[in-house]
């Protein structure tokens, strides 16, 4: 099937990009003009010239007046990945409630330039079809909806969640779905379902904080694993951990960490479920990142690698979609009807006219081409962010380079405290995500997590500088 012509300039962007890194086009080199790029590639000269832009935009090209597009010099400097995480010798208790509602608080502040909180901007997500669906349905058949529906959630709903799941490489059927508010409750309903008061549950290392503050809530115990900022948490160790302490379960992202962005490449992954099902030592995951993928194709879940045989699946549509419908779900496989039962306990169901809506949106089959445009967009957010980093943070300074969703994870040196910075910031009307949060046992306090999940503008550009500033100077103190 042909590609449709408006995504084929990211095609070519790619292919440029590509000659570049492999150094058949070298700094200051000038690429072909702009028609003859078109005509060499049978698009028209605006595909060709969106490509160029693009790339301009990444800082791969610099074009110059009445002469064309060349190779950008390389910069200054090229920011190190952040460092992999240690292996923490025992497991610990959590103790972030505190701050994680206090940084929550702030999140939710439109005053402050918002890099604290994941959550997408709505203007990004331009959901507008999606709140006529809702609206519509409210009109048509609000009293049918005004009901409390299945515990498992609507059926039509369900019907296009398993259709969708042969993207990911594993098929499944409406009645493996349930319906949760958000991939949170998802989350809660696995580890309950696994895991009781007291036990020790192994995740990423740094994880997300929401996560931390769950394990908290229902006193579970945690042990970091060690993470690289590429291929993920290390197989190796985890062996060793496990021959070493009972393990209830382990917690980890499917794809595109939060806060790192990082994927296990899939030979990582089978090593790894190859490993939890030898130990009986269930795998729950969280795949909400999924889809915002900016590689060619997307990620296969751990699900879709071992069948679901000992694997409880999390996602939702918070951060491709609709943060505040709070629809997500769960495929619990051999632990399907304990969820269920928990799931009657905590919330007897999920309201129906945001599964409603969100089916209705699903089967008109705009969603892709709602996903295609925020990938791209984040992607270009998280260009933009890492290249203001480079230009203003201290050249110490480490970032993550994420392939997928919409988070920046930076590392300062050991004398760095992103505590201190999270009070300047605020005092300078921002608000950022310190490091802290992001580990049970409070590590990375020279680090902070920023989110590129608003759209870029002059003031979410200040603010980024403005923070490289008062890093500067805390460091220089």
Not at 133 to 157: E, S, T, V
Request: net charge positive; with cysteine.
């Amino acid at each position: 099937m042909d590609t449709p012509s408006q995504f084929r300039y990211l095609q070519l962007a790619d292919l440029v990009t590509s000659t570049i890194d492999n150094g058949a086009l070298a700094p200051g080199e000038r690429l072909p003009s702009v028609r003859t790029f078109s005509e060499q590639h049978s698009v028209s000269v605006f595909t060709a010239l969106r490509a160029y832009r693009l790339l301009e935009d990444r800082g791969l090209l610099v074009s110059r007046p009445q002469s064309g597009f060349y190779v950008a010099n390389r910069r200054r400097h090229q920011l190190s990945l952040p460092s992999a995480s240690r292996q923490q010798p025992k497991a610990s208790t959590v103790s972030i409630s505190g701050a994680v509602a206090g940084l929550l608080e702030h999140a939710s502040n439109p005053a402050l330039v918002p890099l604290g909180c994941t959550v997408p901007d709505a203007t990004l997500l331009q959901s507008k079809r999606l709140d006529l669906a809702l609206a519509r349905a409210a009109r048509k058949h609000g009293d049918r909806y005004n009901i409390y529906c299945a515990p498992q959630g609507d059926l039509g709903l369900r019907q296009e969640i398993a259709k969708r799941s042969i993207r990911m490489g594993h098929a499944i059927a409406p009645d493996d779905v349930l319906v949760t508010s958000g991939c949170t409750e998802a989350l809660l309903l696995a580890l309950t379902t696994v895991a009781n008061r007291g036990d020790t549950v192994a995740v990423e290392s740094p994880t997300y904080f929401g996560l931390l503050h769950t394990l908290e809530m229902l006193g579970l115990k945690v042990i970091e694993l060690p993470t690289d900022p590429i291929n993920g948490v290390d197989v190796e160790v985890l062996s060793g951990l496990l021959d070493a302490q009972p393990v209830a379960a382990c917690v980890l992202s499917s794809s595109f960490s939060n806060p790192l962005g990082c994927a296990m490449p899939e030979s990582h992954k089978r090593a790894l479920l190859s490993l939890l099902a030898q130990r009986s030592v269930p795998l729950i995951e969280d795949d909400v990142y999924g889809d915002i993928y900016f590689g060619r194709e997307r990620p296969k879940p751990f699900i879709s690698l071992d069948g679901g045989h000992n694997t409880i699946y999390c996602s939702s549509f918070s951060k491709s979609l609709a943060p505040g419908y709070r629809v997500g779900w769960i495929v619990a496989g051999r632990f399907g009807q304990r969820v269920l039962e928990r799931k009657l306990a905590f919330s007897l169901c999920s309201p129906v006219l945001p599964q409603v809506a969100l089916a209705e949106f699903l089967a008109s089959g705009l969603y892709d081409s709602h996903l295609r445009r925020i990938r791209h967009t984040f992607h270009e957010n998280l260009a933009r962010m890492t290249r203001v980093i480079e230009d203003s943070f201290p050249p110490a300074t480490k970032v993550s380079r994420p392939a997928g969703g919409f988070a920046l994870w930076l590392e300062l040196p050991r004398a760095f405290d992103s505590r201190v910075l999270f009070d300047e910031a605020l005092d300078n009307g921002i608000c950022i995500a310190p490091g802290d949060v992001f580990s049970a046992s409070r590590h990375f306090r020279n680090c902070l997590r920023l989110s590129a999940a608003s759209e870029w503008s002059e003031r979410i550009e200040r603010g980024v500088r403005r923070l490289g500033q008062l890093a500067k100077a805390q460091l220089a103190r």
